[in-house]
């Protein structure tokens, strides 16, 4: 089992920044893949961008170059720095854990970032 809580939503201006935070718990968390997700209203969820235990990433077409994904597996954190961000970014964001080559997977609650002026 994992547990998962994420920190650091909030609201933001248009080409603002924001870093958004995961901290995991409960189990081996250099073992699983991991990455953030997010939801926006009357929308489904949709992959921003996700990191292998190894290091390799995967990002959104939408967010490349502009948001960065890392990990600490010494400190069972990841994170999620988010640039230039734009109001279309506005979204729950939703930290995941998934154990690699599975359909095992865990949510975080949800932070929620509003890009407006």
């Known amino acids: 089992q994992v547990q998962l809580v994420e920190s650091g939503g909030g609201l933001v201006q248009p080409g603002g920044s924001l870093r958004l935070s995961c901290i995991a718990s409960?189990?081996?968390?250099?073992?699983?893949?991991m990455g953030w997700y997010r939801q926006a209203p009357g929308k489904q969820r949709e992959l921003v961008a996700t990191m292998a235990s190894g290091g390799s990433t995967n990002y959104a077409d939408s967010v490349k170059g502009r948001f960065t994904i890392s990990r600490d597996n010494a400190k069972n954190t990841v994170s999620l720095r988010m640039n230039n961000l734009k109001p279309e970014d506005t979204a729950v964001y939703y930290c995941?854990?998934?154990?690699?080559?599975?359909?095992?997977?865990?949510w975080g609650q949800g932070t929620q970032v509003t890009v407006s002026s």
């Open positions: 409960g189990s081996i968390f250099s073992s699983y893949v």
């Open positions: 995941n854990a998934r154990v690699a080559g599975t359909a095992v997977s865990y």
